[in-house]
Structures are given as structure tokens and as C-alpha cells.
């Protein structure tokens, strides 16, 4: 399999810049990596730009209802759980809308890998403030700046029973084309959460933000220490995003 079997007569229609073209190009690699292909993998989207996805990589696929891909991809694993089932949804579709199911699909640690691309807004519907949109953040739905503190998705995770909780920024393409591959292996669910810049509508989530605050996790972090990663879970503010595997058994 190469890049050329995967592609689709669709060029993205993402804005130029988008952080949604790393992933998709970390995504391709994996496939590459891991020969996925139509005989063994499904795709699923929720709707947003994130869902865009499915229509520029050439394997079977399924775009879901707003908030709903976590169900259906349920479903696909459920009645052939040989398959490598991928879960592509935004932090609006899978935290907002979809948020029921995602904090039941943690309870019961379905073998998915879901992977949330965190952009702090709702983008497909043109920049309304979305679960995990900063504090004071300013957008059409919330002029006056956002009054409601956000949503962690990895401290979410991890206290409700998913069994590998990870975040990646979208563009660091070869670390998260092998948390890609790693999720897929993991017996029980994988939630990655992927920093996606949306260089249209989030002003404060940029490429040059994510890339002045990250840091890696310590190569020595406990990954099997539940409270341990929740409590590093928290750590999300100026030069503090670390990057990496929170949680692991
Ligand atoms: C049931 C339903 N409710 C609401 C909408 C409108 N809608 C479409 S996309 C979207 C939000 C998308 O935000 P997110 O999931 O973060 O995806 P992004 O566009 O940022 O990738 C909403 C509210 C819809 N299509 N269906
Ligand atoms: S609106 Fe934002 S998320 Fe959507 S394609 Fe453009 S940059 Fe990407
Ligand atoms: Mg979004």
C-alpha cells in the first residue's frame, strides 16, 4: 500500500494551513505503516470539519449524525471485532453532542480508537465556542467572552475507565502517526486527543501557540499510575501542554 492507493478523487477543502491536513498525512502513514486497507479497517466520523476526513482517504467509512460516531463505530466492532475501528470526531461532535457517549464508552472501555481533534471551537458551523473553548473566550456565540470553564477530555478519559488516554499536537506528524499505530493495538479504549489548530476561527489555539507550549511528557512518567495521570491531566496553560502517553494498562 502507498499514499497513491489511499487517495481519493477529493482534494481537501480545508482552509489552508488547517491543522486537520497534519493529521490526515499522520493518519495516511499509519495506514501505510500498518497495511490497513478495505479488507480490515472501517472509518467513522461525526460531522464538523474533522469528518471531512473520511472523504480523502480512500477505505470504507461511515459519517455519522453530529455527536453520534462513537455508537456506530460500537456497532461495527461489536459484530466483527476482528476489524481496526477508528473513531474521527471534534471536540464539539464528541464532548458536546456526543458527549453521553463518550463518557459511556469509557465506562465500558470499548476496543476503539477514538481520536477527538481539539480545535476549541465549533468550526464546520463557522466559530461558535464549543465544551473546550477557554475561559473568557470571545466567538459569535459568546460575544462577551466565555463564562464556563472547560472540558478536559484526557482527565475525562481517564476517570471514567478509558485504558490508554494520550494527546499529540497535530503537528508533530511522525509522533502521532506511532500513537496512532500504538492505540490500535491496545486491547480496550485509546482516546487521543490531538491539539488541531483551527487557523480560521480560534485565534488563541494557533500553530505557533501549540508549538511555544508544549512539552513532553518525562520519558520516566508512570503511565500506569491512575491518580498520577489524572493528576497530570490537569496541567493545560502557558509553556505547560504536556504532550504524550498520560495513561497506559
Ligand atoms: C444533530 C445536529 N446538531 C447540530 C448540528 C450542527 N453542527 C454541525 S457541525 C457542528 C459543530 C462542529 O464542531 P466540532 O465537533 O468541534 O467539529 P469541527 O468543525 O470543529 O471539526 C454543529 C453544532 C448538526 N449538524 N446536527
Ligand atoms: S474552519 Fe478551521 S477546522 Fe475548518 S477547515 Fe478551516 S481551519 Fe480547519
Ligand atoms: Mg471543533
Redesign the pocket.
Known sequence: MDDESLTTPYFPTWCPGCG?FSLWSAFKNACIKEHWDNSNTVLVA???????ILNFIKLTSFET????PIPVATGIKTVNPLLNVFVF??????????GNHFLHACRRNEDLTVII?????????TG?T?P?SPKGYKSKSTPAGNTDAPLNPLALAITTGATLVAREYAGNIENLTSLIIKANNHKGLAIIEVL?P?IT?NKRFTHSFFRENCCRLDPDFNTANKQKAYTKSLEFGIKKMPLGIFYEV
Open positions: 486537520n461525526g460531522i464538523g470539519c474533522h469528518g471531512h449524525l453530529h455527536g453520534r470526531t471534534g471536540d464539539g461532535d464528541c464532548l458536546g453532542e456526543g481533534h481539539n480545535n476549541g471551537v465549533y468550526a464546520l458551523t461558535q464549543s473546550t488541531q483551527c476561527f
